[in-house]
C-alpha cells in the first residue's frame, strides 16, 4: 500500500509514451468521488515542461506508471518545481481492462489508482545510482552476448564434425585458427562464416572485459562499495549490483524491508483453513536475489567460514540445498544492511582470504585500467588496505545531560565498549559480529 499518500488539491494522472503523453485532471478524495475535470491527449513530450507550467500548479500532484522514461519524465517536472511520483507498474497492469483500453483511460486509472492507495510509489534513484544501474543493465548485456556468441561458435563447428576439448578459449587469437584449420578441410565460405563468428564473439568479450574493469575501478575507489567486500562472498559484482539498486540505504529503516526488497522472505498464503508457504521466487529484486544466491553458493563450497559452518548445520537438519543457501543469502542481505548503515566495527588487520580478493578485483582492473587509473598494482593495493581499514566509524548520539563545561563541535569517538554497547542496542547477534569482521 502507498503509505506515502497525503491528501491533495488535484491529481494529474499521466500516461507518458516516448513521444507523447495524455494526462487526466482528477479531482477528489477517492476514487469512486472523483471527478474528471480536463483530459489533455496526445500532446508531444517535448512540450512537458511548458504544459505543466501553464495547466498544473505547485498544489498538484503528477502521478505516472513506472515504464522506460519515467524517471527522465518525473526530472523534468521537478525541474519545474512540480511534484511528481512514479507507480509501480505491476499492479496497475492489473487494473487494466481488457476490452477497451486507450492513453486517455489509462490517465484517468493512474490518477485513481493513487487515490485509493493500493499502487505502491517506486523510489527515484539520484543520479549516481541510475548511473550505476546503466552500468550494471550494460555488463550483463555483454555477458549475454558473449555466451550467445560462445554457443553459436561451438554449434557451427559441431554441426561440421568438430568437437572441441573442454575448456578450450576461443577468444584466442592466432592459436585456435591454426587448430581449426587443421581439424578440417574448410571452403572459402565456410571459413569466412568461422572468422564472423569468432570476430563477434571477441568484439562481445571485449566489451564485457571493459565493463568489468570499470564496475571494478567503481568498487575499488568507493569507500561505501568497498566496505561490502569484507563480507565473505561478496566481491566486485555483488558490491556494486549492491550498490546500484539498493541507492540510499536510509530508506529501508531496518534489515526486514531491505531483505524483502530483495526477495529473500519466503511466500505464504494464510486464509480460512487452507495453509501454504513457498519459495523466495516471484517477487523482489531478481538481479540482487541471484546474485546473493550464487554468494551463498560459493560460501557453503568453501567450507570455511562461519556462514558457511552455519549453512552446513543448517543443510544437515533440514535435507535441502535450497533452503539452507535461501537462508544463508538472507543472512547476508542482513549484514549488507548493517555495513551499508555503517553499524560496523572497524578492520584491524587483512586476513589471506581479503589478500586474495583483494588481489582478483585488481586483476579484474586490468593494466590499461590501472593505467587511466595512474597507479601501479602495488601501490593501488596499499590504497585498498588502507581504505578497507578506515571505513566508517560509530559516533553515538551525545547524552541528554549537558557537562558543566561544555564544548563546541566536540566529537565522540567509537570504543570497543561502545562498539559493544551498540552492538546489544541494535540486536548484533555472535554470528553477525563476526560476518562483519571478516
Given at each position: ?11 494529474i ?6 513521444d ?5 485532471m ?51 517536472l ?31 486509472r ?8 493500493t ?8 543520479t ?51 587448430r ?26 571485449q566489451?564485457?572485459q ?68 513457498g ?7 531478481k ?31 533440514k ?52 593505467k587511466?587509473l ?26 541528554t ?10 566529537q ?24 562483519l569482521?571478516?
Open positions: 500500500m502507498n503509505e506515502t499518500l497525503k491528501p491533495v488539491e488535484r491529481v494522472g499521466l500516461d507518458s509514451h516516448p507523447s503523453f495524455t494526462a487526466a482528477v479531482r477528489g478524495p477517492t476514487p469512486a468521488s472523483a471527478v474528471v475535470e480536463k483530459i489533455f491527449n496526445k500532446i508531444p513530450l517535448s512540450q512537458l515542461q511548458s504544459w505543466a507550467k501553464k495547466n498544473t500548479t505547485t498544489a498538484d500532484l503528477i502521478v505516472l506508471e513506472a515504464s522506460g522514461n519515467s524517471f527522465q519524465v518525473v526530472r523534468l521537478k525541474a519545474c518545481e512540480r511534484s511528481a511520483k512514479v507507480l509501480e507498474s505491476c499492479q496497475l497492469g492489473k487494473l487494466k481492462e481488457a476490452h477497451a483500453n486507450n492513453d486517455k483511460i489509462s490517465a484517468v493512474i490518477g485513481k489508482a493513487y487515490l485509493a492507495g499502487a505502491k510509489e517506486v523510489w527515484l534513484p539520484d549516481k545510482t541510475q548511473e550505476r544501474r546503466d552500468w550494471f543493465h550494460a555488463h550483463r548485456k555483454a555477458v549475454k552476448r558473449t555466451t550467445q556468441m560462445n554457443a553459436r561458435v561451438r554449434s557451427y563447428l559441431s554441426d561440421n564434425g568438430i568437437r572441441l576439448p573442454k575448456g578450450t578459449q576461443l577468444t584466442q587469437v592466432g592459436e585456435l585458427e591454426e581449426l584449420r587443421k581439424a578440417a578441410s574448410w571452403s572459402a565460405r565456410q571459413w569466412q562464416v568461422i572468422e564472423m563468428l569468432l570476430l563477434e564473439l571477441r568484439q562481445a568479450d566489451q564485457r571493459r565493463w568489468r574493469s570499470l564496475i571494478a575501478q567503481e568498487v575499488l575507489t568507493d569507500p561505501e562499495l568497498l566496505a561490502m567486500v569484507r563480507l565473505c562472498g561478496v566481491r566486485e559484482m555483488v558490491a556494486f549490483a549492491l550498490g546500484a539498486f539498493i541507492g540510499d540505504i536510509k530508506r529501508f529503516t531496518e534489515p526486514k524491508k531491505l531483505v524483502k526488497y530483495i526477495g529473500l522472505n519466503p511466500a505464504f498464503d494464510d486464509s480460512g483453513q487452507s495453509q501454504w508457504s519459495g523466495i521466487g516471484g517477487h523482489g529484486n538481479y540482487l536475489r541471484c546474485l546473493l544466491i550464487e554468494a551463498a553458493h560459493a560460501i557453503l563450497r568453501s567450507g570455511k567460514a562461519p556462514l558457511a559452518q552455519w549453512g552446513k548445520k543448517l543443510l544437515g537438519r535435507g535441502q540445498i535450497n533452503l539452507a543457501v535461501a537462508a544463508m543469502a538472507r543472512k547476508l542481505a542482513v549484514a549488507v544492511w548493517y555495513l551499508m548503515m555503517g553499524r560496523w566495527t572497524p578492520l584491524e588487520e587483512i586476513d589471506d582470504r581479503l589478500v586474495i580478493k583483494v588481489g582478483k578485483m585488481i586483476g579484474s582492473v586490468g593494466e590499461q585500467g590501472l587511466s595512474n597507479k601501479t598494482r602495488q601501490s593501488f593495493r596499499q590504497e585498498v588496505y588502507d581504505a578497507l581499514k578506515i571505513g566508517k566509524t560509530y559516533e553515538p548520539k551525545a547524552p545531560q549537558t557537562s558543566q563545561n561544555p564544548k563546541p563541535n566536540q565522540l569517538s567509537a570504543t570497543p565498549s561502545t562498539l559493544e554497547h551498540i552492538a546489544g542496542r541494535y540486536g548484533l547477534t555472535k554470528a553477525m559480529r563476526r560476518f569482521s571478516l
